[in-house]
């Protein structure tokens, strides 16, 4: 499991019997699948364009193995015909997980749009938001850091959030700890969760290399 979630998840729910409602989102092509396939641990050699997919995951693998979190995860397609049917799954959401390519800059200002709707949905009032900057394997990816800016994320006041670099494709960075953010921590937050994030912590993008 993503090292990262995983502290959120110990936080969120007081047993790890119970289950937890994650919400996969981002435009078309960001990489949602290959994400959530490498946190199932399955074969991502062939992807297809999403629909809508769901997923009910027991938490495996060496990292995971003593946790055992019944995670319920939604992976929705993200082309713009599917997109108002994402509102039929903000009901009872834990996690709010949002996928990037940061490799795609003419597409920022749209994904910036898009999640900046999802904010403001009531249903997903104060729901944790949790950004993964994917694609960070690609030459033309832009750094976490630059993601969070043009998202405007340290706006953010009425939810926890996160920024992670990463790359589904190879792995690096999804299986990282240490998180960023730079975000005000409201005391009623919903289900209690005051202490998810790292308050105050800089932005520590995965490491590259060839």
């Given at each position: 499991?993503?090292?990262?979630?995983?502290?959120?998840?110990?936080?969120?729910?007081?047993?790890?019997e119970?289950?937890?409602?994650?919400?996969?989102?981002?435009?078309?092509?960001?990489?949602?699948?290959?994400?959530?396939?490498?946190?199932?641990?399955?074969?991502?050699?062939?992807i297809?364009?999403?629909?809508?997919?769901?997923?009910?995951?027991?938490?495996?693998?060496?990292?995971?193995?003593?946790?055992?979190?019944?995670?319920?995860?939604?992976?929705?397609?993200?082309?713009?015909?599917?997109?108002?049917?994402?509102?039929?799954?903000?009901e009872?959401?834990?996690?709010?997980?949002?996928?990037?390519?940061?490799?795609?800059?003419?597409?920022?200002?749209?994904?910036?749009?898009?999640?900046?709707?999802?904010?403001?949905?009531?249903?997903?009032?104060?729901?944790p938001?949790?950004?993964?900057?994917?694609?960070?394997?690609?030459?033309?990816?832009?750094?976490?850091?630059?993601?969070?800016?043009?998202?405007?994320?340290?706006?953010?006041?009425?939810?926890?959030?996160?920024?992670q670099?990463?790359?589904?494709?190879?792995?690096e960075?999804?299986?990282?700890?240490?998180?960023?953010?730079?975000?005000?921590?409201?005391?009623?937050?919903?289900?209690?969760?005051?202490?998810?994030?790292?308050?105050?912590?800089?932005?520590?993008?995965?490491?590259?290399?060839?």
């Open positions: 499991m993503f090292l990262g979630l995983l502290s959120i998840l110990r936080r969120l729910k007081q047993s790890p119970q289950e937890v409602r994650l919400l996969l989102l981002g435009l078309d092509n960001a990489g949602k699948t290959t994400l959530l396939k490498q946190l199932a641990a399955e074969d991502i050699s062939h297809t364009p999403t629909q809508v997919h769901p997923y009910t995951l027991k938490q495996s693998g060496h990292s995971v193995q003593s946790s055992g979190f019944k995670l319920n995860v939604w992976d929705i397609g993200g082309q713009r015909k599917i997109r108002p049917y994402w509102r039929n799954y903000f009872n959401t834990d996690v709010l997980i949002y996928v990037i390519d940061s490799s795609d800059r003419k597409r920022f200002e749209e994904t910036s749009l898009e999640l900046a709707e999802l904010l403001e949905e009531e249903k997903l009032a104060a729901v938001l949790l950004v993964f900057a994917n694609k960070q394997d690609l030459m033309t990816a832009s750094p976490a850091s630059e993601l969070a800016e043009s998202l405007n994320l340290h706006t953010i006041r009425d939810r926890m959030w996160q920024v670099a990463c790359s589904a494709l190879t792995a960075g999804v299986q990282v700890n240490t998180v960023s953010v730079d975000a005000a921590y409201p005391s009623d937050s919903k289900n209690n969760v005051g202490n998810i994030f790292v308050k105050h912590s800089k932005i520590y993008p995965a490491s590259f290399t060839d």
